[in-house]
């Protein structure tokens, strides 16, 4: 078995479209939410939400043993067709072959008014004692659809060349999912549709997930993931969307003050309104239903559609039946499946193909840094299964935590909607080429006559850090990406950390979409370990020296033992050295329009903002039986995003939709006793999500300059200490 982290969503390699970038919007957007107004002025509490306190089973199963065969009834293949709805996901686990032992889900009511769910241990456990263990056929995961084609193409039943699928026949899950051949060929044909990525230039995995998520969503009772689905954020009463940083409202986006995220926030938003406005409505039938309404309405259907043309193949999708049974996806939904697929989801380096993966329970995990503050861990088997232990004892009651990898603050908001106080992986990151470097060691060069960079320095740098000796071209990358952070010392990986980083290096996102992307961009800095990044620290000593006999010196050494914090080449030199980090960290500082004690005040009314905007929802959703839900729909008008008109002319829902949390369709609630669901306010609910972006946003930049100012301490400290030596080194 193998360990692995929480897949990590490298936007950098996501692409640049100038159309998106230096502009509070990017691109038409087709379901835009109103502005919210006046969240701090709603006040009230929220209530603890119903059926808490889930025990899991205790008797332990064998994690070899078969699942149960999935349902296609009225239960939607959870086995509790007689009990409330949505079943807990351990019963539902246990019961479908999975394995739980001495783990249950809490919910959990903060002073605040905030609620949350807990992995919670409901015994003690040992080190290396099993927590949980989930077979492939019950996780959500799109090569599940991949292996289904591809079996079917095997024995003979079209839909996916069958050369080349032994591999995903050998992994496949898809059987026992019961996915149609036919619908899982018409999936194939959307993944082939989704933006691809420079480096492989497959389709994106996040885009491929959120479709494979709408798909299980759109089956309804056919799914046996149906009750895991009800447990999902968006889709729990009580639990919101994540707030992953593209569904961000984008004048929050622009107070986080950080150039680098903002443009990475901007790339992300083009390329979900790409797909959510153009693409799935265009590929699920949406179209047509715009272009009747556009025509009702008088309005030109190419303005209707924001001018779009079809790309290649989407003629030959669209002509083909919908594997969403003719419901319509449209930016809203899809960005509430691309949001839960980014903050849900494993990276499986291990089985025929890496992969990622939604595993039920295993999710509810909550992040901890750095790893050894986690007290569980998960692996992976060849089979496709996934299973969480415990890496140290564990007391009853104590929360179960994971460590997703080795994320600052930066990729967590983009790929997991939140941030860290404080996080040890957390940096300030920014470019640096051979003109910054030369301007950062003006006047302690090598160039006797400049003060500047000579030839064999800006040679020497080009060589150590990959740069191009011009900044452009050569042969080099134009710049790289280095980091300061607060970090007190030189941090050097454990060996389980360095197997599980490396198991996460073959998970991590390296088909993100690039359609159109230049490669020549910043190369990524590494995890933080240092107060200052080692190519940086390389680059200033280097710079900063007057004697070419170093040149042979250093030739055979490596970027990391020239740059490594410990080491040093001569005392009076590293003194100046660390007066230069300490300008610069000092005007990256100065660069904010805002102090940290400004920043402080404003995290504590926005903090207010959060629990009046919360208490808000609750103070205004609806709760509803099933009996007044048939009613209040039947009196309704149809929404275009929950419900699509099939062949005889009714109208089919989804059924469960992000607008009516708790709740399913009345044709998915046959047989299911359901203990009530939640309408929202539209207005609250934009409310409350604008007022979590901007606390967000003040968080993350408070986060940014406790960093900057964190290692200006480190940096100072470091040269008093310098300063002490009698010794030149």
Request: proline fraction near 6%; hydrophobic fraction near 40%; charge should be negative.
């Amino acid at each position: 078995m193998k360990q692995f982290s929480r897949a990590r969503v490298d936007v950098r390699r996501w692409p640049t479209e100038p159309a998106a970038l230096g502009t509070s919007t990017a691109g038409p957007r087709c379901s835009a939410p109103a502005r919210p107004a006046q969240a701090a002025n709603q006040t009230g509490s929220t209530s603890k939400l119903a059926g808490n306190n889930y025990t899991a089973a205790s008797s332990s199963i064998n994690s070899s043993s078969s699942s149960s065969s999935a349902s296609s009834g009225g239960d939607g293949g959870s086995g509790f067709a007689a009990g409330h709805w949505p079943p807990p996901l351990e019963q539902w686990l246990v019961a479908h072959g999975g394995v739980v032992n001495g783990v249950e889900l809490r919910q959990v009511l903060y002073p605040s008014g905030a609620s949350d769910r807990l992995l919670v241990a409901s015994r003690d456990h040992a080190a290396g004692d099993l927590l949980v263990s989930v077979p492939a056929a019950l996780q959500l995961r799109y090569d599940n659809i991949e292996a289904a084609a591809a079996a079917a193409a095997a024995a003979g039943g079209g839909g996916l060349d069958a050369a080349g699928t032994d591999d995903l026949v050998a992994g496949a899950g898809g059987a026992s999912l019961g996915i149609p051949p036919a619908e899982a060929a018409a999936l194939l044909r959307l993944f082939d549709e989704m933006p691809r990525g420079s480096d492989t230039g497959a389709p994106a995995w996040q885009f491929k997930q959120a479709l494979t998520f709408l798909y299980h969503l759109s089956r309804g009772a056919a799914s046996p993931l149906q009750p895991y689905l009800a447990h999902l954020p968006g889709l729990a009463p009580g639990v919101p969307t994540p707030r992953v940083a593209m569904l961000m409202y984008d004048d929050a986006v622009d107070e986080l003050q950080y150039g680098a995220l903002v443009q990475d926030i901007h790339n992300q938003k083009y390329w979900l309104r790409h797909v959510g406005c153009q693409l799935m409505p265009r590929l699920t039938g949406g179209e047509a239903e715009a272009e009747a309404e556009a025509e009702a309405q008088g309005v030109a259907v190419g303005q209707a559609q924001g001018g779009a043309k079809a790309g290649p193949g989407a003629a030959a999708v669209a002509s083909s039946a919908s594997p969403f049974g003719g419901l319509v996806v449209d930016e809203e939904l899809f960005g509430w499946a691309a949001a839960v697929a980014m903050s849900r989801c494993f990276g499986l380096s291990r089985g025929p193909r890496p992969t990622h993966t939604c595993v039920p329970l295993v999710d509810m995990a909550n992040h901890v840094a750095p790893r050894e503050a986690s007290n569980a861990e998960i692996r992976s088997g060849s089979d496709g299964h996934v299973a969480m232990f415990a890496k140290k004892q564990i007391r009853a009651g104590e929360e179960i935590s994971l460590t997703y990898g080795t994320h600052d603050n930066h990729n967590l908001l983009l790929s997991y909607g939140f941030t860290l106080q404080p996080n040890p992986y957390d940096g300030f990151y920014f470019d640096l080429n051979m003109e910054t470097i030369e301007s950062l060691v003006e006047g302690q060069g090598g160039d006797p006559g400049t003060g500047g960079l000579a030839a064999w320095q800006r040679e020497l740098i080009a060589q150590k850090l990959g740069l191009a000796v011009g900044g452009e071209g050569g042969g080099g990358a134009d710049s790289i990406r280095v980091y300061l952070s607060g970090v007190t010392a030189e941090a050097q990986p454990t060996a389980a950390a360095a197997a599980q980083a490396s198991a996460g290096s073959a998970s991590a996102v390296t088909d993100a979409p690039a359609a159109g992307s230049s490669t020549s961009g910043p190369v990524a800095a590494g995890p933080v370990r240092q107060p200052v990044d080692p190519r940086l620290l390389a680059a200033l000593r280097i710079g900063t020296l007057q004697d070419r006999a170093w040149e042979k010196m250093l030739a055979g050494r490596s970027v990391e033992q020239i740059g490594a914090w410990g080491s040093l080449l001569a005392r009076q030199q590293e003194i100046t050295i660390m007066q230069l980090l300490t300008a610069l960290a000092s005007a990256l500082y100065s660069s904010f329009p805002t102090t940290i004690q400004q920043d402080r005040q404003l995290l504590s009314s926005a903090s207010l903002d959060v629990a009046a905007a919360a208490a808000a929802v609750t103070l205004t959703t609806k709760s509803t039986t099933p009996e007044l839900q048939e009613a209040a729909g039947a009196a309704a008008p149809p929404s275009s995003v929950a419900a699509a008109t099939s062949g005889s002319g009714a109208r089919r829902e989804w059924p469960m939709h992000p607008s009516r949390p708790g709740a399913i369709s009345s044709a998915a609630a046959a047989g299911k006793e359901q203990a009530g669901s939640a309408s929202l306010d539209p207005a609250a609910a934009a409310a409350a999500a604008h007022a979590r972006d901007a606390a967000e946003a003040v968080r993350f930049r408070l986060g940014l300059k406790t960093t900057l100012e964190r290692n200006l301490q480190a940096v100072v400290a470091r040269a008093k200490e310098l300063d002490s030596l009698k010794q030149v080194r």
